[in-house]
């Protein structure tokens, strides 16, 4: 057994069934075994490697298995460092396989030399480049365990040439089934870490708790619906964390925060006299720069890594665990003390803020203006698509109007983005990857037109794949959140914002895509349906009011 075919063998020893890549010379050996050997792994051409790496970090996050990706040395190594980065702050597990030159030429000048590992070394939880081929099953066993133990993150292997073509022992061939999911192996936490935090929670009078994406990761919705509930308490949430408690939920505010929150619910959470941060680093979009809530609020924090714990806030009680697992021992606690169990009155007072934020809604949902309002956008799509569709938000336009405005009905992984690093070019890439990952659910892209042209040229991989995703562009000329911030805090300096207006419906359908091209607002949540229900790619090119010129949820425009 080569390398080449002993990496095939170890990718499917830990459950892996889908890569997204890239060729390259310096692959060809890995590409060959896997075109020789008989598995159950199919390989997902990319038009970029980029994209290959957002679709592996989309693939992980609904599936909660390790997203894999994999492209050549030199541009290929360079091209797929943008989803590495994502990923390991989103605490997603992707792991990105680069093939490498010679080690034995290493220094002499070879075509696509590089440094990979010193390259990946700030970018992911554990990186290697494996110089002998008899110690790949080690390293790729480490990757996976480094990938999905603790705070999940991602990983990069590099792969030579030579050890590719290297020898092999066969028995060496065996994985940890538990590092083929991920959070693996879940830590506890302290019980009186948890007594306290209850304490402490049931001696506020208004406490909030504020969810990131932690719940979601460690899979412990059913438990805290089960404390929110008995204990009557707000929930707000970050991007990152919607799906943590159904947004229809009763004491569910929504999402707070400098992107997604409004002023009805930046207003609520500063009422509060106590924060439970669950799941979340409390950086500086959740808390709008650290000033909601105040550096005088009482703060209690869960969070599996200890580092995000007082990183920011004085903490009164830091419990480090696993999110699941610190809210099942809560509801233990409280199980034998039922008298603990107040009633903080959350849902009443949830029940005002969240009319506030729906009275100012409707009205631009319901606008017959042109240039379409987003919130008309957003209306049509809650209108069409079935509560457990998938919905991938880019994080120009499109993420702070979906985050909060597209009302959420349930509880689990059903909306996105990119919101670690917020590059611009993900959403086409990762509902790829998200509809690999589930392709029994409708699969929805949204994009501005600025990252409609950074991967545009992955229509073509939803064409050739048959995927049956909608996209949808909103379509304004302009790099719309940096002109927005030119006008609230440069007084309206705009330098080098404004670009060409593409018809991209035209575009689309050079590649294959139905496509549809909308600017009466009348008729935009018909194109919508028709788009949603038609059985392969589609997308609709929606000609959109410019974030500059509207009332975007976002605070320090609002401000």
Request: net charge negative; glycine share 10%; aromatic share 8%.
């Amino acid at each position: 057994m080569n390398g080449a075919e002993a990496l095939v063998r170890m990718l499917e020893a830990h459950g892996v069934r889908h890569i997204f890549g890239l060729c390259g010379d310096t692959t060809l050996p890995f590409y060959d075994a896997l075109y020789r050997l008989d598995h159950k792994i199919e390989h997902i051409l990319t038009r970029d490697e980029r994209s290959a790496s957002y679709m592996a970090d989309a693939y992980a996050r609904v599936t909660n298995k390790v997203g894999v990706c994999e492209g050549p040395s030199g541009g290929g190594a360079t091209y797929i460092l943008p989803g590495l980065i994502e990923a390991s702050e989103s605490s997603v597990p992707i792991l990105a396989i680069t093939s490498d030159v010679n080690v034995s030429s290493r220094g002499h000048y070879p075509l696509t030399e590089l440094d990979q590992e010193g390259l990946m070394r700030p970018l992911t939880k554990w990186n290697a480049v494996i110089p002998k081929s008899d110690m790949l099953p080690d390293m790729v066993r480490t990757a996976f365990r480094k990938m999905t133990t603790g705070r999940p993150g991602s990983a990069h292997l590099g792969l030579p040439i030579d050890v590719q073509r290297g020898p092999v022992d066969p028995d060496q061939i065996w994985a940890d089934p538990h590092h083929s999911t991920y959070p693996a192996y879940p830590a506890g936490p302290d019980l009186g870490g948890i007594e306290a935090a209850l304490e402490a929670i049931l001696s506020a009078k208004f406490p909030i708790i504020v969810c990131g994406g932690g719940i979601i990761i460690a899979g412990g919705e059913a438990e805290f619906k089960k404390l929110v509930e008995r204990l009557d308490i707000t929930v707000a949430t970050t991007v990152s964390g919607q799906g943590s408690l159904a947004e229809t939920h009763p004491n569910c505010l929504g999402v707070v925060g400098s992107n997604g929150g409004v002023p009805a619910t930046r207003d609520f959470m500063a009422q509060a006299d106590l924060v439970v941060f669950i799941g979340c680093r409390a950086g500086s979009v959740t808390t709008e720069r650290w000033r909601v809530p105040n550096k005088q609020t009482r703060i209690v924090h869960i969070d599996s890594d200890a580092e995000v714990i007082s990183a920011s806030y004085q903490t009164e009680v830091g419990v480090v665990s696993d999110a699941r697992l610190a809210l099942a021992a809560m509801n233990k606690l409280l199980d034998g003390n039922a008298e603990k169990s107040p009633g903080f009155g959350g849902a009443a007072a949830v029940a005002v803020a969240v009319e506030k934020k729906w009275a100012a809604f409707r009205p631009l949902a319901a606008s017959g203006d042109r240039p379409i309002k987003p919130e008309r956008t957003i209306a049509a799509l809650r209108a069409v698509l079935d509560d457990d569709a998938i919905i991938v938000a880019d994080p120009g336009t499109p993420c702070p109007y979906v985050s909060a405005f597209y009302e959420l009905r349930t509880s689990g992984r059903t909306l996105f983005s990119n919101r670690a690093h917020g590059a611009l070019g993900y959403s086409m890439s990762a509902a790829m990857g998200a509809w690999v990952g589930r392709p029994d659910k409708k699969v929805v892209a949204m994009m501005g037109d600025g990252s409609f042209g950074f991967t545009c040229g992955e229509l073509e991989t939803a064409v050739r794949m048959k995927m049956p995703i909608t996209f949808i562009v909103f379509s304004n000329a302009v790099y719309g959140w940096i002109k927005a911030g030119q006008r609230a805090g440069f007084g309206e300096r705009y330098f080098s914002v404004d670009f060409n207006r593409s018809d991209h419906a035209a575009i689309a359908t050079a590649f294959g895509v139905k496509s549809w091209k909308v600017e009466d607002p009348e008729k935009l949540q018909q194109v919508l349906k028709e788009a949603v229900a038609h059985d392969g790619p589609t997308l609709v090119d929606i000609i959109s009011q410019p974030l500059n010129e509207a009332a975007a949820p976002v605070s320090e425009w609002i401000a």
